[in-house]
């Protein structure tokens, strides 16, 4: 069983400080409605008390909204992943939408955006893979199809694929499963929001030397 949100280490301690959450708030007004802040509230501070409060919904969307596409589909992709190793007999098209996500986090070229959204398609957006890859498709660039006038993708549809994703992963029939599997997911959205970013890696391994 895991433990209560106080008793989680991984969280950021209530009284960090940082960007602010009113500011990720009032710029992402479609993702809410968020819960009230306190004033000159940090982003680690508010998304603490989301968890310590049990407002679970609202701390995966305003983590979401807080990293931003790239690293929200990171996030999101590990967070399937988390739940496909326990699936033997998942859809081989479910991981390999997780891998499409993960090529486009770690490279951020047109032809992995674009991979990605095939692969969505392949298990379908309505599934936790197919929403993660879809973010990554959704994340940036034009949404039209090769060759047509670009159509820039809208700002937030990733965050809210990424949401339906970790949300669709905790999905189950009893609540207190539910809860668990949402505490799981914040534990990595924060560690995801502690830690470097991985294709920072990437750039410094294929750097010359």
């Given at each position: ?40 509230e ?50 081989p ?30 298990v ?8 993660v ?7 940036e ?15 937030g ?41 991985p ?11």
């Amino acid at each position: 069983m895991l433990p209560p949100p106080s008793a989680n280490s991984d969280l950021p301690p209530a009284d960090a400080i940082g960007e602010l959450a009113d500011d990720i708030c009032v710029t992402s007004t479609a993702a809410g409605p968020w819960p009230a802040r306190l004033v000159n509230e940090s982003a680690d501070a508010y998304f603490a008390r989301l968890v310590e409060s049990g407002e679970l919904d609202a701390a995966v969307r305003f983590a979401a909204v807080r990293m931003g596409p790239r690293r929200a589909t990171w996030w999101g992709s590990m967070c399937v992943w988390n739940t496909l190793r326990d699936q033997p007999d998942a859809s081989p098209n479910a991981a390999a939408a997780v891998d499409a996500a993960v090529q486009w986090v770690l490279t951020r070229t047109e032809d992995s955006r674009r991979a990605a959204r095939e692969a969505a398609d392949a298990v379908g957006m309505q599934t936790p893979s197919g929403a993660v890859a879809a973010s990554a498709f959704w994340s940036e660039g034009s949404v039209s199809l090769v060759g047509c006038p670009d159509v820039p993708a809208p700002p937030g549809v990733a965050a809210k694929l990424v949401v339906n994703a970790v949300t669709m992963t905790a999905a189950a029939p009893a609540s207190a499963e539910r809860t668990a599997a949402l505490l799981q997911s914040l534990r990595i959205a924060a560690e995801v929001l502690a830690t470097p970013s991985p294709w920072s890696a990437v750039a410094v391994e294929e750097s010359p030397a």
